[in-house]
């Protein structure tokens, strides 16, 4: 399997190789992308469980590898909906002030491309 493969260069030149899963199979493995039949019916098992998705076409997830000295890859890690937010700054940045995100109920400040 293929996938799109670049670079990240970041502080002081420390580069960390970045895969792209898109346009793969990977996401459905990982339940991240869902197939029409799930979409039409309005929910998926997504983060191992069934979830409403909004007719989504997929939605978030973070996964972690390693590759030993045999290159054998091994799964460590994955995170799904809230538990990617350690990765998004201003998140915690909200969380701090006084009425936190101001939300309605969990995401619901989320629009897909197509309701906004």
Do not use: C, Q
Request: no cysteine.
């Amino acid at each position: 399997m293929k996938f799109n493969r670049r670079r990240l260069t970041i502080a002081d030149g420390l580069e960390v190789p970045w895969v792209s899963s898109d346009d793969r199979d990977f996401n459905y493995d990982f339940g991240v992308s869902f197939t029409p039949e799930e979409r039409a019916a309005g929910r998926a098992l997504y983060n191992y469980g069934l979830t409403p998705i909004r007719n989504a076409s997929d939605m978030f997830g973070l996964s972690v590898f390693a590759k030993d000295e045999k290159a054998d890859i091994f799964h460590t890690y994955s995170t799904y909906h809230r538990g990617t937010e350690l990765l998004m700054g201003a998140f915690n940045w909200l969380d701090l002030a006084p009425k936190g995100r101001n939300e309605n109920g969990t995401m619901s400040w989320v629009k897909l491309h197509d309701e906004y």
